[in-house]
């Protein structure tokens, strides 16, 4: 009989429950459910709806059971930077804001006022992004002082609903690293940074890794989903999932995670918080085995995502490949990483203006939109790989594009063509299969990292692309 390993993989545009069991050595991966997720607008604040997430997480835990699947253990990753504060029955203060909130604007300031800037990226080595944590924590402190004084726990997202399914509560430390609150020597919470801000530390609990078991389900959670399992933490924060099944068994070469973020990268065994990274705003963010995740948030597909929304989703992501593709010759550029795409009104609306503004041509159709798009983010992968490379001394020859982002075929041609690198695109649910592998080698199923990643390779289709002739075949 296959033993069964469920991940539940939160995305902000999505969520979906994967089945993942063996199979003379070869993962075999069965999706049970899915469902959609994005941020609501209330009163003006961008929300996420942890009542309904939690409902969608139970719908698909249900779904094994209706399969006659029953997972031997589960896990559950997110995005990062989110979190609850709890109060002293367990109750969320206030509101659960995402991350897209405009609520950080000015926080910066007011952390660098304690501590500045080079200061804070020398001890935390996280990239300056408005959303950290740190950031938000003190947008609660300027605002709403009241709920840090009343909260006893913190805890990130994926830590909360597990503490729903099981009733305890645990700290993983890869996503406890995006708060900017971890000093990635000690790999510990600073607690000091948190002293200086004036953030409670108490609240703060200790960090454990991927592989620690969180409990099994509470009985009122086994009655309605129909049975029990093992909760074991993987590395929680979605991207160091992901980036734990790139299809290369020493991790070596760059990655793109690509899904609503283009998270671009290379793993390092130590973090680097020279001043060179954090002017090139590169981020160390804590991955499995303690490899540090060295990246760039790019803005991504999320400009896609949102401007097929404003198109009433009339178009699937493959046709929106396809009408760029049309449109390849359309000249127009954007920078993907201003500020003005994180969060616009309306997408296509800034697109449009970044154009006008710029003295550029204006896209007027779908396929000139996405054109834009597509050929601004292969520009500034381009970018972003003569940065690595300059960074770290070394040269690559290869990008392994994971996550859903990789099925993007015109976006990975561009990339090959852009970068002048061989282009390997897939695993598309890579995110989901690391929370997996991470659940197998706790069991011992899969003997570590490096084994994870070449049955990663062995398990599922990698697209080649060569750069300028646009080769596609199987690896
Ligand atoms: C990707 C991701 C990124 C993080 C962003 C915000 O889903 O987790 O790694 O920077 O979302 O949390």
Same mark, same amino acid.
């Given at each position: 009989m296959?033993?069964?390993?469920?991940?539940v993989?939160?995305g902000a545009s999505?969520?979906?429950?994967? !089945? &993942?069991?063996?199979?003379?050595?070869r !993962?075999?991966? @069965?999706?049970?459910?899915r469902?959609e997720?994005?941020?609501? %607008?209330?009163?003006?604040?961008?929300?996420?709806?942890?009542?309904?997430l939690?409902?969608?997480?139970?719908?698909?835990?249900?779904k094994?059971?209706?399969?006659g699947k029953?997972?031997?253990?589960?896990?559950?990753?997110?995005?990062?930077?989110?979190y609850?504060?709890?109060d002293?029955q367990?109750?969320?203060?206030?509101?659960?804001y995402?991350?897209?909130?405009?609520?950080?604007?000015?926080?910066d300031?007011?952390?660098?006022?304690?501590i500045p800037?080079?200061?804070?990226?020398?001890?935390?080595g996280i990239?300056?992004q408005?959303f950290?944590?740190?950031?938000?924590?003190?947008a609660?402190?300027?605002?709403?002082?009241?709920l840090?004084?009343?909260?006893?726990?913190? !805890?990130?997202?994926?830590?909360y609903?597990?503490?729903?399914l099981?009733g305890n509560?645990?700290?993983?430390?890869?996503?406890? $690293?995006?708060?900017q609150?971890?000093?990635?020597?000690?790999?510990?919470?600073?607690?000091?940074l948190?002293?200086?801000?004036g953030?409670?530390?108490?609240?703060?609990?200790?960090?454990?890794?991927?592989?620690?078991?969180?409990?099994?389900l509470?009985p009122e959670?086994? %009655?309605?989903?129909?049975?029990?399992c093992r909760?074991?933490?993987?590395a929680s924060?979605?991207?160091?999932s992901?980036?734990?099944?790139?299809?290369e068994?020493e991790?070596?070469?760059? #990655?793109?995670?690509?899904?609503?973020?283009?998270?671009?990268?290379?793993?390092?065994?130590a973090?680097?918080?020279?001043?060179?990274?954090?002017?090139a705003?590169?981020?160390?963010?804590?991955?499995?085995?303690?490899?540090?995740r060295?990246?760039?948030n790019?803005?991504?597909?999320?400009?896609?995502q949102?401007?097929?929304r404003?198109?009433d989703?009339r178009?699937?992501?493959?046709?929106?490949?396809?009408?760029a @593709?049309? @449109?390849?010759?359309?000249?127009?550029?954007?920078?993907?990483?201003?500020?003005c795409?994180?969060?616009?009104?309306?997408? $296509?609306?800034?697109?449009r203006?970044?154009?006008r503004?710029?003295g550029?041509?204006?896209?007027?159709?779908?396929?000139?939109?996405?054109?834009?798009?597509?050929?601004?983010?292969a520009?500034?992968?381009?970018?972003?790989? !003569?940065?690595?490379?300059?960074?770290t001394?070394?040269?690559?020859?290869?990008? #392994?594009?994971?996550?859903?982002?990789?099925?993007a075929?015109y976006?990975?041609?561009? $990339?090959?063509?852009?970068?002048?690198?061989?282009?390997?695109? &897939?695993?598309?649910?890579?995110t989901?299969i690391?929370?997996?592998?991470a659940?197998?080698?706790k069991?011992?199923?899969?003997?570590n990292?490096?084994?994870a990643?070449?049955?990663?390779?062995?398990?599922f289709?990698i697209?080649?692309?060569?750069?300028?002739?646009h080769?596609?075949?199987r690896?």
């Amino acid at each position: 009989m296959a033993e069964y390993y469920l991940a539940v993989d939160l995305g902000a545009s999505g969520g979906r429950h994967m !089945l &993942g069991h063996l199979e003379e050595g070869r !993962l075999h991966l @069965e999706e049970v459910y899915r469902f959609e997720n994005k941020m609501t %607008n209330k009163d003006g604040k961008l929300l996420w709806d942890l009542d309904r997430l939690f409902r969608e997480i139970l719908n698909g835990m249900k779904k094994c059971r209706e399969a006659g699947k029953i997972p031997v253990s589960m896990s559950i990753d997110t995005w990062a930077v989110d979190y609850v504060l709890l109060d002293e029955q367990d109750r969320i203060l206030g509101d659960t804001y995402g991350y897209r909130d405009s609520r950080t604007q000015g926080m910066d300031e007011a952390v660098w006022s304690v501590i500045p800037e080079k200061e804070l990226y020398a001890r935390s080595g996280i990239q300056k992004q408005p959303f950290n944590t740190i950031y938000q924590l003190m947008a609660v402190k300027k605002r709403t002082p009241e709920l840090l004084e009343q909260a006893r726990t913190f !805890l990130m997202l994926p830590d909360y609903f597990q503490f729903l399914l099981t009733g305890n509560r645990v700290s993983e430390y890869t996503n406890a $690293t995006s708060t900017q609150l971890v000093n990635p020597e000690t790999k510990q919470w600073d607690r000091e940074l948190m002293s200086m801000l004036g953030y409670p530390e108490d609240i703060f609990l200790p960090l454990k890794l991927p592989g620690w078991e969180v409990g099994t389900l509470r009985p009122e959670i086994q %009655n309605q989903v129909g049975y029990n399992c093992r909760v074991v933490l993987c590395a929680s924060h979605d991207t160091a999932s992901a980036v734990m099944a790139m299809p290369e068994p020493e991790g070596q070469g760059i #990655y793109i995670s690509s899904g609503t973020w283009s998270l671009m990268g290379c793993e390092l065994p130590a973090a680097d918080c020279r001043e060179e990274s954090r002017q090139a705003n590169f981020t160390n963010e804590g991955g499995y085995d303690y490899r540090f995740r060295y990246l760039k948030n790019i803005m991504g597909l999320w400009m896609i995502q949102s401007v097929r929304r404003e198109w009433d989703c009339r178009y699937s992501f493959a046709e929106i490949c396809d009408m760029a @593709e049309q @449109e390849a010759q359309f000249p127009s550029r954007v920078d993907v990483n201003d500020a003005c795409f994180l969060a616009p009104a309306s997408m $296509t609306e800034a697109v449009r203006e970044y154009c006008r503004k710029s003295g550029q041509k204006v896209p007027e159709t779908p396929g000139q939109m996405a054109a834009v798009i597509y050929q601004s983010l292969a520009a500034s992968y381009r970018e972003t790989v !003569l940065e690595i490379e300059k960074l770290t001394g070394r040269n690559y020859d290869r990008i #392994y594009i994971i996550g859903g982002g990789s099925n993007a075929g015109y976006l990975n041609r561009l $990339t090959a063509d852009a970068t002048g690198k061989e282009v390997y695109a &897939g695993p598309s649910e890579a995110t989901a299969i690391g929370n997996i592998l991470a659940q197998m080698q706790k069991d011992g199923k899969i003997e570590n990292l490096s084994r994870a990643r070449a049955c990663v390779r062995e398990s599922f289709e990698i697209r080649r692309y060569s750069p300028a002739n646009h080769v596609n075949e199987r690896k």
